[in-house]
């Protein structure tokens, strides 16, 4: 998330809720049913850039690359929990998404998201339904466990798309999207034979298999990951048993810094390309914070963009369980800035946190 001068100011959670409140859904349903034209006028995207993915769709390699996510939802092995239900013919696994169908909650213009992704015109944010994680403290629950959203196509995706960049955003920002990889992967192919031109942000929890993110070499511009847990025990007691997590996770991370390297921002401030790590603070260390920034310090370079986190509060049924059924403490917070910076972490973007209970 981008520097906090408030406690609650534009977290993902009062974004949405905000948006639903206002007619959110409504602009969501407007999109569905009246899809921009096929000539409609593009935004070009800033300072000549030219996303990854425009080469692979001229030479056919994008829409290839998607039907090869796509026959793997016949035995799905499109997240790390690897089901095995075949969701090409309407079975659900453990994310629960429905068949092959996408489901979407919302696509709008986002201002909650890190600076040199939101720039002055924001971030084009489309959060996508279900995860395979399942965290027991997810501020968004509605979306990723309920599944609250419009059931739409891929042509309604590239629309969505289409429209994020007309309105003059600096990156199609897709959340949570492991699962509709091979449909996302589809409407990119669409979008970009009718103009789309900006960055595609992969926003994922981090928890990606390789095999997968290898098939997104070229496509995407920017990796967004979180690296939640260093303890598999954590990960397992909190995120349903996925006690792979921080291996996963580790793997996946070193793949996207290979691909897109460190982020830089433009002259303008805005990031078009690079790795983008984010992690939330817990309560009691039940992430293993410092650990994971020895890790970074250790095997990526040292002006790697982290973003340290300090909205942790304690959705969905994180009251179930006591160690984290609270918010972090403001010396919680700085005992992992402090580590990060003794690490010789250059790149690290620090939240305001002086709202924090000592």
């Not at 899809?35 to 692979?56: I, K």
């Not at 990796?223 to 954590?234: I, V």
Request: a positive charge; hydrophobic letters at 35%.
């Amino acid at each position: 998330m981008m520097k906090n001068k408030f406690p609650h100011h534009c977290t993902r959670r009062c974004f949405l809720a905000d948006t639903a409140k206002f007619g959110g859904r409504l602009a969501l349903a407007t999109l569905l049913l009246k899809p921009l034209a096929a000539e409609a006028r593009s935004r070009p995207a800033d300072n000549g850039f030219e996303p990854s993915y425009l080469r692979l769709h001229r030479s056919g390699e994008l829409r290839q690359r998607a039907e090869k996510l796509w026959a793997m939802m016949a035995e799905c092995r499109l997240c790390p929990r690897q089901c095995g239900v075949n969701r090409l013919e309407g079975a659900t696994g453990f994310c629960r998404s429905p068949g092959s169908n996408l489901v979407i909650s919302s696509a709008h213009r986002h201002f909650g998201e890190e600076r040199p992704l939101v720039g002055r015109r924001g971030s084009g944010t489309i959060f996508l339904t279900h995860c395979g994680l399942r965290c027991v403290f997810c501020q968004n629950w509605e979306i990723s466990h309920l599944g609250r959203g419009h059931t739409s196509s891929e042509e309604d995706l590239a629309e969505m798309m289409l429209h994020l960049q007309q309105t003059g955003c600096h990156n199609i920002n897709l959340v949570s999207p492991s699962h509709y990889s091979a449909s996302i992967l589809k409407a990119l192919d669409i979008a970009a034979g009718k103009g789309l031109r900006l960055p595609i942000v992969y926003n994922t929890c981090g928890w990606e298999r390789q095999e997968i993110v290898a098939l997104l070499d070229g496509v995407v511009d920017i990796y967004l990951p979180d690296f939640k847990y260093w303890d598999p025990g954590m990960s397992e007691k909190y995120s349903a048993g996925a006690d792979d997590y921080p291996g996963v996770t580790r793997q996946a991370i070193l793949e996207m810094h290979r691909q897109v390297g460190v982020a830089r921002p433009g002259p303008d401030g805005i990031m078009q390309r690079g790795l983008m790590i984010r992690h939330l603070v817990m309560p009691n260390n039940k992430g293993g914070s410092k650990k994971i920034m020895e890790w970074i310090a250790e095997n990526l370079p040292q002006d790697t963009y982290v973003n340290i986190m300090a909205q942790y509060t304690p959705y969905h049924k994180a009251f179930d369980f006591p160690k984290i059924a609270r918010r972090i403490t403001r010396e919680e917070y700085q005992e992992v800035v402090e580590r990060a910076r003794e690490l010789g972490l250059t790149n690290l973007d620090v939240q305001g946190y002086w709202w924090l209970r000592r």
